[in-house]
């Protein structure tokens, strides 16, 4: 037996099957590439969905653990540290927030940030103002697997097994302007937004609909929440995706790459959101430890020093030409979109996507498919024109594959038919 056939029977014993895995065992990673047991090196463009922003093995990450964990890896949050007003100053300079709360997980930050949004509308109430506790979040919309994460989130594959969720979450019609302003009343505490939705098949939201969801949380006192899980911490070019379309969130949340594969999550606000929360009211055992906190602040400074917003942009730019020039080619992609190194090919079927992803697998190219016909690409953000060109080369192919497979296919029916 092979290491990789003794885990995968080990695994399928003792750990709940929650996961399909691929059978590849990864050992270690360097730059944009993971390395198999045998040796076998693979170009990532999932980095471990989102996370891994500065790729494998980045000596400011190494360092940062080195370093801080000869000091001090846990406190807990009864006492100071060094890192967290560090990281919170970063964090709001950089996103136009005013406030942070730290947490482990992305679910677990969204959690706060309903929680928040609860909690400030009560506040409200008790100065006087009519203002209810109901959420509307969006169709096709991914906040996590915690029970408000899920009671939030629009696919009933995710929430169902679970019922029942948390209560008084109403789902709106992607973009859709008119169905907002008809669900939207004195009883929402908050729209729940992502500025691109990730899980949900990279969808960017129209400026119209997001400048208007902003306008209605305001005529009441409702927060606009936006998750920025995926899209923000400088995958789209900007440190949020909010950013890219000028609205200003009441609360905001962070998690995924934000330290470089350290668990981190971040819950931002405004200090009239802050003003809803006192001593004892949230907490965390782990989040915002002296750890994670370290390496994100080497995370942020590296994005920084090496210029990779910008250069997140433009292989990002870069990235999408090519895949619209695939899609001229290839009728089988419906359409391209993103933004910066959040990306999206969506293909004419479900088959197809999967085929995709096994055959990028076999050439030993990382991509995922979520949604069913959307394929997904995350790639670390120093990732290079060469490596898009990859990517695009192994696309090519294994579409032109395909595509006389099937003509095959119809010749020998229409061959038949005649027959
Ligand atoms: C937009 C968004 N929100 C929340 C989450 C949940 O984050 P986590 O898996 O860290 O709990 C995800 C994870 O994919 C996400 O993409």
């Known amino acids: 037996m092979t290491k990789l056939e003794q885990i995968r029977a080990a695994e399928s014993k003792l750990l709940l099957q929650t996961y399909e895995r691929n059978p590849i065992l990864f050992v270690r990673g360097e730059g944009v590439h993971l390395v198999d047991e045998g040796g076998a090196k693979f170009l990532d463009l999932l980095s471990g969905i989102g996370v891994n922003a500065l790729g494998y093995a980045h000596p400011a990450i190494e360092r940062a653990i080195v370093n801080q964990s000869r000091a001090l890896i846990h406190t807990s949050n009864l006492f100071y540290h060094e890192g967290q007003a560090e ?15 730290f947490s ?22 008790s100065e006087g103002k009519h203002i209810g506790t109901k959420f509307l979040a ?5 906040h996590g697997r915690t029970y408000g994460s899920m009671s939030t989130t629009y696919k009933a594959k995710y929430r169902e097994p679970f019922a029942p969720g948390v209560p008084g ?32 098949g990279i969808r960017p939201l129209t400026q119209e609909f997001f400048a208007e969801a902003r306008k209605l949380a305001d005529s009441t006192g409702a927060f606009l929440i936006v998750d920025e899980i995926q899209a923000g911490m400088g995958r789209t070019g900007k440190w949020c995706g909010y950013q890219h379309y000028g609205i200003q969130p009441d609360v905001t949340t962070l998690a995924k790459p934000i330290a470089g594969g350290i ?17 004892g009211m949230h907490g965390t055992t782990f989040g915002g430890g002296p750890l994670a906190c370290a390496v ?5 400074d590296a994005i920084e020093s090496e210029g990779l917003l910008k250069h997140a942009t433009e292989v990002g730019d870069y990235f999408q030409a090519q895949l619209r020039g695939l899609a001229k080619k290839h009728e089988c992609i419906r359409d391209v979109r993103g933004k910066g190194l959040m990306l999206a090919a969506e293909l004419d079927s479900a088959d197809l996507a999967k085929l995709t992803v096994a055959e990028m697998l076999k050439r030993q190219i990382l991509i995922n498919c979520t949604s069913e016909t959307v394929l997904r690409f995350l790639p670390p953000y120093i990732i290079e024109r060469k490596h898009v060109d990859d990517a695009i080369k192994a696309l090519d192919e294994i579409f032109t594959e395909k595509a006389a497979a099937v003509s095959a296919v119809h010749q020998i029916a229409g061959g038949n038919s005649l027959g």
């Open 87 to 101: 990281l919170a100053l970063r964090l709001a300079e950089r996103t136009g927030m005013d406030r942070v709360f």
């Open 104 to 125: 482990n997980t992305g679910t677990e930050a969204w959690e706060g940030a309903l929680k928040l949004a609860r909690a400030h509308a009560g506040l409200l109430r």
């Open 138 to 142: 969006l169709e096709q919309s991914f």
């Open 169 to 200: 979450v109403e789902f709106v019609k992607f973009n859709d302007v008119a169905d907002l302003r008809a669900k939207f009343s004195n009883d929402v505490c908050a729209i729940l937004v992502e500025a691109i939705q990730g899980e949900g």
């Open 263 to 279: 668990p981190l999550g971040a819950v931002l606000c405004t200090e009239e959101a802050a003003r809803a929360i006192h001593a």
């Open 296 to 300: 994100a602040i080497a995370v942020i």
